[in-house]
């Protein structure tokens, strides 16, 4: 052990030798250093990798700089060897002096630095502190960012026939699906990652906003009997290729080749096969193996994904094929369903909406008897539960066997967050929103749900940016705008509300919109005249919205009326009425729980309605 003595001596001869002083130089540097790395860099786009060498490179350097101010002195005539130098050539005490306060003068600029930087980053946390409740989809997706997420990028069409991207667009799906097999691995949904066929951002933007690592890129060409895919994995972090290939087969061994690129990428990510009790794998593909029946239902997926009336006519004309093709073709009987009630639901009215009901129906059910475990088939029969036959208790089952068979299905996910809002359990509910947006950033509807559900809480500033995040990602969807009507009105703000409706397109939405915003104006003609206009072009389709403007007219019987009519037209309205805090001032009213009661709602303030918002 050394001595004090020997100690002294050591204290005094590093003094000597300036090695402190050295010492207390090169730390202040190398803090500087870093300081300006750590937040300079990243304006330039510098990677990450680089401000970790800096780092490195300055703790290294450490006993390299003492090492050095051991053995050379800095001295008038330029760097000595201690050895050539007496006692007496050490550097003079001004120069000494001189660079304390250098020193002194590095560190607290470093020190400034250090709290800039801490009062920068407390102000940005306050700032986004203030939207926590609905950010953006990138902040969503930066938050809940793994080292094994991927996004398949819809792959192009080499042969640029427009005829010909259903085809593309199907592979793309049918490598979602089966990605989305493998544990571990974030998986993003088709909803949001086709938002981005032939984009102009680079890939880390990309990356960024989708919320994850890796993409998918790639292109397909089919001519006859000969397909070619090409793929690639890229890291969305710097753009390097981690992976790529190119296969040329034959058509018939499609199914194969599909499984073979899953299969590759999976393997580069390191990623297993699901191992989740009661998941089951997914596919598209018909049991026979039938590649026309295939070709066909992807027309089908193609049209529906579409939407419009044209286009799911179409859509059901192609699943028709497909059945007609293979008669077991689950996959198929399950999107007919979903296109019999999208065409239902938005397009149609009366007998022929119910007949369009009964149709989705019973492919819902056909599906769910040809394959148990396809968790699509049973989303479709829940959505029916929940819409056409108000049962909510089956619905919810539904939606959970689906979310069992597929544990990373991004639309089960949000099916049953839906079903939880409809449930009347708004806190609930806006989780679940935020789960199924881990996989599907980029979905506007979520956000639109988000904003009711805060809605329903009286959390309406968080409200209103959810409802303006909807409106950014999908500016055309003009029933997101209705939402934002309602806000302004619950706040009594009717210049505001008036001026959000004006700029919804014509039609039966504006209609609603400017209905809802007049009621609460001192026009009392034009509140007169606007409801009427509702009612003489939109009594059937928008019997809920009329009963809402009844409500805010502070005419109960009308808008029991009205409800009655929108049971009677199964209007999806009512799956909110739980949420609706325009209804939700007559939820102690008799006929309130009676209402509830008839379409399978828990009845507000009832044992079984847990969690029901208030008004």
Same mark, same amino acid.
């Given at each position: 052990?050394?001595s004090?003595?020997?100690?002294s001596?050591?204290l ?7 090695v402190?002083?050295?010492?207390a ?5 190398a ?9 300079v ?14 780092v490195?490179?300055a703790?290294?350097?450490?006993p390299l700089?003492?090492?050095i101010?051991?053995f050379f002195?800095?001295?008038p005539k330029?760097?000595?060897l ?6 007496s050539?050490?550097?003079?005490r001004?120069?000494g ?6 020193i002194?003068?590095?560190l607290?600029?470093?020190?400034v630095?250090?709290?800039a930087?801490?009062l920068i ?7 986004e502190?203030l939207g926590?409740a609905?950010?953006?989809a ?8 793994a080292a ?8 192009s ?9 259903y085809?593309s667009?199907g592979?793309?799906e049918?490598l979602?699906?089966s ?6 691995l974030k ?9 981005f ?5 680079d890939?880390?933007a990309?990356g960024?906003?989708l ?5 998918l890129?790639g292109?397909?060409r089919?001519a006859g ?7 690639e994995?890229v ?10 290939q190119?296969?040329?087969r034959?058509?018939?061994d ?6 073979e ?7 580069a ?6 191992g989740?009790a009661g ?14 029946a ?8 193609f049209c ?8 799911l006519?179409?859509?059901i ?6 059945i007609?093709l ?7 009987y399950?999107?007919?369903s ?6 239902g639901?938005?397009f149609?009215?009366g007998?022929?909406?119910?007949q369009a009901?009964a149709k @989705?129906?019973a492919? !819902? ?9 396809? *968790? %699509?088939?049973? $989303? /479709?029969?829940?959505r029916?539960l ?14 959970r066997?689906a979310?069992q068979l ?9 099916a049953?967050?839906l ?7 708004p806190?609930?509910?806006i ?5 199924s ?6 979905r506007?509807a ?10 329903a809480?009286g959390?309406?500033d968080?409200a209103d ?18 939402q934002?009507?309602?806000i302004?009105v ?6 505001a @509300?008036?001026?959000i !409706?004006?700029q919804i ?6 209609? *609603? %919109?400017?209905? $809802? /915003? ?8 034009a509140?007169?005249a606007a ?9 059937g389709?928008?019997a809920?919205?009329i009963?809402?403007v ?9 808008a029991f009326?009205?409800l ?14 739980l949420?609706?805090q325009l209804l939700?001032a007559?939820?102690?009213?008799p006929?309130f ?6 379409v ?5 303030g ?8 208030a008004?």
């Amino acid at each position: 052990m050394m001595s004090e003595d020997t100690m002294s001596r050591l204290l005094a001869e590093l003094k000597r030798r300036n090695v402190l002083r050295a010492g207390a130089w090169y730390a202040a540097m190398a803090w500087l250093l870093v300081q300006v790395a750590t937040q300079v860099f990243p304006f330039f786009d510098v990677p990450n990798w680089a401000v970790r060498w800096t780092v490195i490179a300055a703790v290294a350097g450490f006993p390299l700089a003492l090492t050095i101010s051991w053995f050379f002195e800095l001295t008038p005539k330029g760097l000595q060897l201690e050895s050539e130098l007496e006692s007496s050539e050490s550097i003079p005490r001004r120069r000494g002096g001189r660079g304390d306060r250098w020193i002194i003068a590095i560190l607290g600029l470093a020190v400034v630095l250090l709290l800039a930087d801490q009062l920068i980053s407390r102000r940005q946390d306050a700032i986004e502190g203030l939207g926590a409740a609905s950010p953006p989809a990138s902040a969503i997706a930066a938050k809940s960012i793994a080292a094994k997420s991927i996004a398949v990028i819809p792959l192009s069409d080499e042969g640029g026939e427009q005829s010909q991207q259903y085809f593309s667009d199907g592979l793309s799906e049918d490598l979602i699906t089966s990605l989305s097999q493998f544990d571990g691995l974030k998986v993003i949904s088709r909803n949001s990652s086709f938002r981005f066929r032939d984009s102009k951002d680079d890939v880390r933007a990309i990356g960024e906003k989708l919320g994850v690592t890796h993409l998918l890129e790639g292109s397909v060409r089919h001519a006859g009997d000969a397909v070619r895919i090409s793929a690639e994995l890229v890291d969305a972090a710097d753009g390097s290729t981690l992976w790529s290939q190119r296969y040329d087969r034959e058509y018939k061994d499609l199914f194969a080749l599909q499984d073979e690129i899953a299969t590759a990428v999976a393997s580069a990510l390191k990623a297993e096969l699901l191992g989740t009790a009661g998941a089951v794998v997914q596919s598209d593909r018909p049991p026979s193996g039938n590649l026309d029946a295939y070709q066909s239902m992807l027309h089908g997926k193609f049209c529906r994904a579409r939407g419009s009336e044209e286009d799911l006519r179409k859509a059901i004309d192609f699943y028709n094929d497909a059945i007609r093709l293979d008669p077991g073709y689950a996959r198929a009987y399950t999107g007919l369903s979903f296109a019999w009630g999208n065409l239902g639901g938005n397009f149609l009215g009366g007998e022929e909406a119910q007949q369009a009901y009964a149709k @989705a129906r019973a492919a !819902a059910a056909t599906a769910i008897s040809l394959n148990p475990n396809l *968790a %699509a088939a049973h $989303i /479709a029969q829940g959505r029916l539960l929940e819409v056409t036959d108000f049962d909510r208790a089956a619905a919810e089952a539904e939606y959970r066997r689906a979310l069992q068979l597929a544990p990373n299905d991004g639309e089960a996910q949000y099916a049953l967050a839906l079903m939880t809002g409809t449930l009347g359990q708004p806190e609930r509910a806006i989780e679940q929103v935020r789960q199924s947006l881990i996989v599907d950033p980029l979905r506007a509807a979520a956000y639109d749900r988000l904003s009711r559900y805060l809605t329903a809480l009286g959390r309406l500033d968080e409200a209103d940016q959810a409802s303006r995040t909807a409106i950014e990602m999908q500016p055309a969807a003009d029933f997101f705008r209705i939402q934002l009507t309602v806000i302004e009105v619950l706040r009594g703000d009717a210049q505001a @509300a008036l001026h959000i !409706a004006q700029q919804i397109q014509p039609g039966s939405w504006q209609d *609603a %919109a400017l209905a $809802i /915003a007049r009621q609460i104006g001192s026009d009392h003609a034009a509140a007169d005249a606007a409801l009427q206009n509702l009612i003489d072009k939109d009594a059937g389709n928008g019997a809920y919205q009329i009963a809402e403007v009844y409500a805010l007219r502070k005419q109960p019987d009308q808008a029991f009326e009205w409800l009655e009519r929108a049971r009677a037209h199964r209007d999806p309205g009512i799956l909110m009425l739980l949420n609706d805090q325009l209804l939700l001032a007559y939820k102690d009213d008799p006929r309130f729980a009676a209402f509830c009661r008839k379409v399978g709602l828990p009845v507000p303030g009832s044992p079984g309605a847990r969690g029901v918002a208030a008004s």
